[in-house]
């Protein structure tokens, strides 16, 4: 019987095959501005990796001929959480993919001006999927084990209608993504998602985050939408009569409205007891007048209720570390990543900007209801540097690279799960393998899906 236990792999021997120097550790600055600024040692290691398998992404029934004859493969996935341990040791996630395919085309400008490059939707009938994922252990030391797909359950209406990832909300609220054969803009659709964030709901359903409007879903366990939670103000659809497939709730702070373009919520978690959830927008949002400089890199942190999804409390999450300058931090262009929860306040934020890789633990302070005009910064401390680790993330993501890549960001890491105390799931957004220029698969395959399992201690100061 083949044995689908987590493999822990030395990192060493595991990518020697590869000629690869694998530094695992870094001294930084403490992260928490309370804290003395001694070094701290915020080692990072790799106990082993998973390949996701080739799989055929699924597609609806009404999807056309041209979007199949892509034949795009499954990928996107945008955040994980632990669903259970099986008795043989096969660890089983729950992950979630975002609105499909999508990258860029250009249009020719009528006056001869450059080409204006226009964001796609390839497969835009595509339904974001709920994916049940199993850790298989490699067949051989040194190779990667397979992140095997055992359930695909694609998101739908409450009466089971297709959703699909076009936008949910009319310009100016969003951009239009454009079909890449015409390079016209596609319908708007008050049921569309770009799902970023996952956590469990209580009766064996999910909560998701999307960044569109951005708005929170409870999902029933079958994958069906139950209810939509938006921020005040918000209108999904064309504004002319579209209706959403599912109740909608308007509650959600308006600075959610300001979400920053294609900067939506990005990471949803619940906390270990079932009592919150909690989720940010991946950057900070655009900003009223008159703001403080520091709010250029400030981002809103909710916390809500797990039964109704209503927002409970509200906090600052500020950038980067304290000594590093707001113009630098801005320029790095630093957002959030994924979430996930160690206690009820308690969480592990993974956090990239072009030049770094970061998890950070943050600790929830005096509570601030959405509509108060103080609001608190939460503390921050540095437990996993990823930046040493780039160059061995890069060489799987894209099929042996060398060193690490020019942006840190592009590691693309979109989706974290805890496991244990100090040790957690971290995956990458593919981007389905997408070859941005043609709007089509890359071939031969230049993205793979890619999750490690990193451990840190929890414990360092």
């Known amino acids: 019987m083949t044995d689908h236990r987590l493999h822990p792999c030395v990192v060493s021997l595991l990518w020697a095959a590869a000629g690869l120097a694998l530094p695992i550790a870094g001294a930084i600055p403490s992260s928490m501005g309370s804290q003395p600024s001694d070094p701290v040692l915020a080692v990072a290691t790799i106990e082993s990796m998973y390949v996701l398998e080739a799989a055929p992404l699924p597609l609806p029934p009404g999807a056309s001929t041209a979007s199949r004859d892509l034949d795009f493969r499954l990928g996107g996935i945008s955040d994980l959480f632990h669903a259970e341990t099986a008795a043989d040791g096969t660890i089983h996630l729950w992950g979630i993919t975002d609105r499909g395919p999508n990258g860029f085309v250009e249009k020719p400008s009528s006056d001869g001006s450059p080409a204006k490059p226009l964001r796609t939707l390839p497969v835009p009938t595509f339904q974001p999927l709920l994916v049940k994922l199993a850790l298989e252990a490699p067949a051989a030391a040194g190779k990667p084990g397979t992140l095997r797909v055992v359930d695909v359950k694609p998101i739908a209406t409450a009466d089971g209608g297709p959703t699909s990832g076009r936008p949910a909300v009319a310009p100016p609220r969003s951009k239009p993504m454009v079909d890449p054969a015409t390079a016209l803009p596609l319908p708007v659709d008050p049921d569309g998602l770009d799902t970023e964030g996952l956590a469990p709901a209580d009766d064996g359903g999910f909560w998701i985050a999307e960044e569109y409007v951005p708005s929170l879903l409870r999902l029933a366990a079958d994958g069906r939408m139950v209810r939509r939670i938006v921020p005040t103000g918000a209108v999904l659809g064309d504004g002319e009569g579209q209706r959403a497939g599912c109740e909608v709730v308007e509650a959600l702070p308006e600075v959610c409205l300001r979400r920053a373009d294609n900067r939506g919520f990005e990471g949803l978690a619940r906390s270990p007891d079932g009592s919150r959830l909690f989720t940010m927008l991946q950057s900070p949002p655009e900003q009223e007048d008159g703001a403080a400089e520091e709010a250029k890199v400030d981002i809103p942190l909710l916390v809500l209720d797990p039964a109704s999804g209503l927002p409970l409390a509200e906090y600052r999450y500020r950038m980067g570390e304290p000594d590093e300058a707001v113009s630098d931090l801005v320029a790095a262009d630093g957002k959030i990543s994924a979430l996930a929860a160690t206690s009820n ?109 990193v451990r840190f201690d929890p414990t360092a100061e």
Not at 349 to 362: H, I, K, N
């Open 345 to 453: 306040d308690t969480l592990l934020v993974l956090e990239q900007s072009a030049t770094a890789s970061r998890l950070y633990e943050v600790k929830l302070g005096p509570v601030a209801r959405p509509a108060a005009k103080t609001i608190a910064t939460v503390s921050k401390r540095l437990v996993a540097d990823l930046a040493p680790l780039a160059s061995v993330f890069n060489a799987e993501l894209n099929h042996g690279a060398a060193g690490a890549p020019a942006k840190l960001s592009d590691l693309k890491f979109e989706g974290l799960a805890l496991l244990a105390p100090g040790m957690v799931a971290i995956v990458n957004d593919n981007d389905f393998d997408m070859d941005a220029a043609g709007a089509a698969p890359a071939d031969p395959s230049i993205r793979r899906t890619c999750l490690w399992i």
